[in-house]
């Protein structure tokens, strides 16, 4: 088995002023200056890039994006391309995320041409999966993840997962609170390990896939010790220094 390193994501969303994020922004880097810490990355919102592209410079940190147009260019008025956030050094961009999916209607035609415009400069994309509570309760969970993956498979093409990542968010643990235990986000990790050996062993093997939904200092430790959980992507929990820290320490 491939040795994957871990990766912890941070998804700041849609928080945050330039007063709030320059002192968090100090106190995790400070915290991340050791050697033994995971890969860390975070995904900031676009008017941000420039001033944490500019804290980041020189450390380990790497700085992401949370959405990306599935244009290259045009009159897409209030867009921005996959160009422009590799122009200022992002290196990962979340696609798919479940806010995106349901509060502005992106399917997963629309994902998987995100997914591509990322690979194409050279970024790793964060494909975002997960299912809904009504979904998972009728049993349908993996047909909905199989749906989601396989999509960006048949139009990306298997070799583009070669340099991606996969995050697996069940929408009913997003930002409530709950989070899926161990077990449960193992089944499904090793669920889209196994998806993706369909299709190419060695890409499967490799992938990193991150879990995300309430992970919590309390909670990341055991989840992070399930073998197909490579990192967490962090929603609340990355707006505090401690909080995310603790995180990060715990992939260890
Ligand atoms: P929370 O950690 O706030 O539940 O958010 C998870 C998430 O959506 C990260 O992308």
């Known amino acids: 088995m491939a040795t994957r390193t871990p990766l912890v994501a941070a998804n700041w969303k849609m928080n945050g002023t ?57 009159a897409y008025t209030g867009e921005i391309s996959a160009p ?20 502005y ?23 975002c999966v997960g299912e809904q ?5 009728a049993g349908v969970t993996e047909q909905v993840i199989a749906r989601q993956l396989n999509e960006v498979i048949h139009k990306a093409g298997i070799g583009l997962f070669e340099n991606a990542v996969i995050a697996y968010e069940p929408v009913w643990a997003i930002g409530t609170g709950l989070t899926a235990t161990p077990d449960q986000a193992e089944e499904v990790h090793g669920f889209i390990r196994l998806q993706l050996a369909r299709h190419a062993d060695a890409i499967a093997d490799k992938i990193r896939i991150l879990y995300g939904g309430s992970v919590k ?13 490579d990192g967490g992507l962090i929603g609340g929990a990355s707006l505090v220094a401690g909080d995310f820290l603790a995180i990060c320490q715990a992939t260890r």
């Open 18 to 74: 330039l007063a709030t994020i320059r002192p968090l922004l100090h106190q995790i880097k400070q915290g991340l200056l050791s050697a033994d810490n995971p890969e860390v990355t975070i995904c900031v919102p676009y008017i941000y890039i420039q001033e944490v592209r500019d804290v980041l410079q020189g450390s380990k940190l790497s700085l992401g994006a949370q959405n990306v147009s599935e244009h290259l260019s045009g």
């Open 84 to 103: 422009m956030l590799a122009d200022f050094s992002c290196r990962y961009v979340i696609v798919g995320h479940s806010e995106r999916r349901s509060f």
């Open 105 to 127: 209607q992106e399917s997963d035609q629309i994902i998987a041409d995100k997914f591509m415009k990322v690979c194409a400069q050279g970024l790793v994309p964060i494909l």
């Open 133 to 137: 509570l009504q979904e998972r309760e």
């Open 217 to 229: 200092a309390e909670n990341a430790r055991e989840l992070f010790s399930r073998p197909d959980i």
